[in-house]
């Protein structure tokens, strides 16, 4: 099972903990045949694959590669590389082997990891811009990480590890989860779902009128949890005292529900665009200043919904009256996973 050295004490804490979840199993590893370092296109070492049981039968995929599975390098002695394991756990079909595509996902996100330096957490969450598995029709277009209940975090001679679960969601459940709170979103999916195990065919759980009142009683409560958004189009002018702000009709919705959620709660949101940031701050006072290509807009409370009102996602220039600001709105192309234009918006 993968390449042994001199010191691969790391690696077989891995092997350790899953054997001793499946005893009387033997699990299948997808290696990697050109290592990474040796200028391989796999960052992984591999993944390993298990038949598991609990909660209900699915495919267990656990990563090796993204902790320090041989010497310690990292100068950090408290964390094993990036300080995480992947695991996905798929419901199983009629298929007798596993089908393959987590694996290729996990190297993806490896590539993602290794050439930015950003490492996954617990409560974070991916827009896969496309299904997460390619050539499907599923609607599960996203993923959110979160401790996998089962195995949780271990102490390994690198450091500590902890084992992520990823979670397939919905466009609409992971802009549901932005505005309110990952763990506690999927606390509830579970619910639903035995241990958040992902489904292709399953339909999103917005249109559960149980769930959505759980989760807007949740948000109503609790505001969210997310400080930040992450837009494909954005640009920012400042004249004459007032602030102008243009992006795509594809941001408007979930910028007004992070609207309702951070700033309706007291907390300031930030929108990140390719060259650009507004913050949206809680104030007393309605106010806008700009430096660089860095905006910050005041809002008093009372505000946040007058914005919400006047905003919509449909192509025009929108002038608001509650704080100095103006929208350009432009239209967004839908794309599908090729890149190709199938719809627009706005």
């Known amino acids: 099972m993968g390449e042994e050295t001199a010191d691969s004490s790391g690696f077989d804490?891995?092997?350790?903990v899953?054997?001793?979840?499946?005893?009387?199993?033997?699990?299948?590893?997808?290696?990697?045949?050109?290592?990474y370092s040796l200028g391989g296109e796999d960052p992984l070492d591999g993944v390993e694959i298990w038949d598991a049981a609990d909660g209900a039968p699915h495919w267990l995929y656990v990563s090796y590669g993204f902790s320090e599975l041989y010497e310690k390098e990292?100068?950090?002695?408290?964390?094993?590389?990036?300080g995480f394991e992947l695991t996905f756990r798929l419901k199983k079909g009629s298929e007798d082997s596993p089908p393959i595509w987590p694996v290729n996902l996990m190297q993806n996100l490896a590539r993602y990891v290794f050439s930015s330096g950003n490492a996954f957490a617990d409560g974070h969450h991916m827009d896969c811009n496309g299904p997460i598995a390619l050539e499907t029709d599923t609607a599960l277009t996203a993923l959110a990480f979160r401790t996998d209940p089962v195995f949780g975090e271990m102490d390994t001679p690198n450091g500590q590890v902890t084992f992520l679960q990823m979670v397939g969601i919905t466009a609409d459940e992971m802009e549901a989860l932005m505005c309110w709170n990952c763990d506690s979103f999927l606390r509830e999916m579970d619910r639903a779902f035995l241990l958040c195990?992902?489904?292709?065919?399953?339909?999103s759980m917005m249109g559960d009128p149980s769930f959505r009142s759980i989760w807007?009683?949740?948000?109503?409560?609790?505001?969210?949890?997310?400080?930040?958004l992450y837009?494909?189009?954005?640009?920012?002018?400042?004249?004459?005292?007032?602030?102008?702000i243009i992006t795509g009709a594809g941001n408007i919705?979930?910028?007004?529900?992070?609207?309702?959620?951070?700033v309706g709660k007291g907390r300031s949101l930030t929108v990140y665009g390719p060259e650009s940031t507004v913050s949206f701050i809680p104030d007393d006072e309605a106010v806008v200043a700009m430096e660089g290509d860095m905006m910050a807009v005041g809002m008093p409370s009372d505000s946040v919904e007058e914005v919400c009102r006047t905003l919509s996602p449909k192509a025009g220039s929108y002038i608001l009256g509650c704080v100095p600001i103006d929208f350009v709105i432009q239209p967004t192309e839908i794309l599908d996973s090729k890149g190709n234009v199938i719809s627009t918006m706005g």
């Open 13 to 16: 804490a891995i092997c350790d």
């Open 18 to 35: 899953m054997e001793k979840h499946f005893p009387d199993q033997e699990g299948l590893f997808y290696g990697t045949v050109v290592p």
């Open 74 to 82: 990292c100068e950090d002695p408290d964390i094993s590389g990036y």
């Open 197 to 203: 195990i992902t489904d292709l065919d399953r339909p």
């Open 216 to 228: 807007e009683e949740g948000v109503e409560k609790d505001g969210s949890s997310t400080s930040g």
């Open 231 to 244: 837009v494909e189009t954005m640009s920012l002018k400042m004249e004459n005292g007032r602030g102008t």
């Open 253 to 262: 919705n979930i910028l007004c529900s992070m609207l309702r959620a951070r």
